[in-house]
C-alpha cells in the first residue's frame, strides 16, 4: 500500500523560502508530483519527477522559483520553495501516479502552506 506523507508546510512571510517534504513508501509508480489547492480554487499541478530518471516538470507559474527533487535513499521528494508570495498560499499535496503528465492514483493528505505580504 502507497502511502504519502508531506511534511515542512508553515507559516512565512513574502519573498522566504520553503522546504516541503513528502516520505513515500509503498511507492508503485515512477512519477512523484507535488499539487496545491487555495481556498475557494481547485487543485492545480505544481510539480513533478520521475524516481528512476530524475526528469521534471513545472507548471509555468512556479518555474524558476521552485525546484523539486528526490532522494532515493530516503524515498523522499522534496519541493524546494523561493521567493514565495500571497498566491502561492494553499495546501499543498504529495501524489504518486504512473506518469509525470497523467492522472494520479495515491495522495498525502497535505500540509498548510502560509504566505502573509
Known amino acids: 500500500q502507497v502511502q504519502l506523507v508531506e511534511s515542512g508546510g508553515g507559516l512565512v512571510q513574502a519573498g522566504a523560502s520553503l522546504r516541503l517534504s513528502c516520505a513515500a513508501s509503498g511507492r508503485s509508480n515512477d512519477a512523484m508530483g507535488w499539487f496545491r489547492q487555495a481556498p475557494g480554487k481547485e487543485r492545480e499541478f505544481v510539480a513533478a519527477?520521475?524516481?528512476?530518471?530524475?526528469?521534471?516538470y513545472y507548471a509555468d507559474s512556479v518555474k524558476g522559483r521552485f525546484t523539486i527533487s528526490r532522494d532515493k535513499a530516503k524515498n523522499t521528494v522534496y519541493l524546494q520553495m523561493t521567493n514565495l508570495n500571497s498566491e502561492d498560499t494553499a495546501v499543498y499535496y504529495c501524489?504518486?501516479?504512473?506518469?509525470?503528465?497523467?492522472?494520479?492514483?495515491?495522495w498525502g493528505q497535505g500540509t498548510q502552506v502560509t504566505v502573509s505580504s
Open positions: 501524489a504518486n501516479g504512473p506518469s509525470l503528465y497523467g492522472q494520479y492514483q495515491y
Open positions: 519527477i520521475g524516481w528512476i530518471f530524475g526528469n521534471t
